[in-house]
């Protein structure tokens, strides 16, 4: 089957309605020049036979079940690799609960241009539902400074160097060059390691004018000391993944790190409701993993 030059890359797991509904938003999107991969991290809940449905209706759909689940990191390093693999020059990456506006590959797309292909990655601007920035996936201008602000005409691309997996576009030279996302983080800070690792060699930009909407539950950002008890397993990825983002940055990182682990400490001490043993407990054992914690780089 011919296909186009940009690929969608859509990681799901579980999420048969939502990914409905990212489907249906890509699929009205103003550029239209693009394919669609669905990478399904081996979901229970008719997910399949969901797909089956859109393979009869849209042949620019694939569809691969991992056939097991290998965490967002490790479902998006299964679909960039495959991108890769089936000759796509761009790559637009995202979760099932991201769900673009009409013009937000465009507006990339354009930028793109504008900037004749040199760039690493670039970012768009991330919404929650009810109009609001959505707080989880807000852009990075330096390792430490959040991007917070955007300017309310139109205008040039803002430099970053950290981003999400919410709508990331990237060329696949840059896949080439800096190789895939860190499969064995599993879940959480694989797109900002990701990320981090690509703008260490190119300029990376957000793009106000790409909007998408990120369909969380709530519009608050992660917090070890007040998420619920079900979700403290993460956390443990998350302390070992950020040791390996930030080690990575010589002493700057390491200062970071020591300063970071007294103050989450600090904060479930004084803003826990329950649970303060199992909470510093993932902080400390998370942290104390990630020293020794060496993931290899995979290539294409």
């Keep these: 089957m011919k296909h186009n030059k940009i690929v969608a890359v859509v990681v799901t797991y579980n999420r048969k309605e939502m990914l409905e ?32 449905e859109y393979a009869l209706l849209e042949d620019r759909i694939q569809y691969f079940d991992t056939g097991k689940n290998l965490g967002g990191a490790g479902g998006f390093a299964y679909g960039i690799r495959l991108a890769i693999e089936k000759g796509y020059s761009w790559l637009w990456l995202m979760d099932d609960d991201c769900m673009p506006k009409r013009n937000a590959l465009e507006e990339l797309t354009n930028t793109a241009k504008r900037l004749k292909g040199r760039f690493g990655f670039l970012s768009s601007k991330t919404m929650w539902k009810d109009g609001s920035l959505c707080r989880m996936n807000v852009q990075r201008t330096t390792l430490f400074e959040n991007l917070t602000k955007y300017p309310s005409e139109k205008g040039e691309p803002i430099p970053i160097v950290i981003a999400s997996f ?66 403290l397993w993460r956390y443990r990825y998350a302390y070992r993944n950020e040791v390996v983002l930030y080690r990575r940055e010589g002493l700057r990182g390491m200062l970071h790190l020591l300063a970071r682990t007294p103050l989450h400490m600090a904060r479930v001490l004084l803003k826990a409701k329950d649970h303060r043993r199992e909470r510093l407990s993932a902080i400390l054992k998370g942290t104390w993993q990630g020293f020794w914690f060496f993931p290899k780089v995979e290539r294409v």
Excluded at 39 to 45: C, G, Q, R
Excluded at 204 to 224: F, Q, R
């Design 166 to 231: 919410v709508s990331m576009f990237l060329p696949a030279k840059v896949v080439r060059r800096v190789g895939l996302p860190m499969a064995e983080f599993f879940i959480w800070t694989d797109d900002w390691e990701y990320s981090r690792r690509i703008s260490r060699h190119f300029p990376c930009y957000a793009v106000p004018e790409s909007e998408v909407v990120h369909e969380t539950e709530e519009n608050v950002g992660t917090s070890i000391a007040t998420d619920e008890v079900e979700r």
């Design 21 to 52: 509904e990212n489907l249906d938003a890509l699929l009205s999107q103003t550029e239209d020049r693009y394919d669609i991969l669905v990478i399904d991290n081996h979901s229970t809940d008719g997910t399949d036979e969901l797909m089956k």
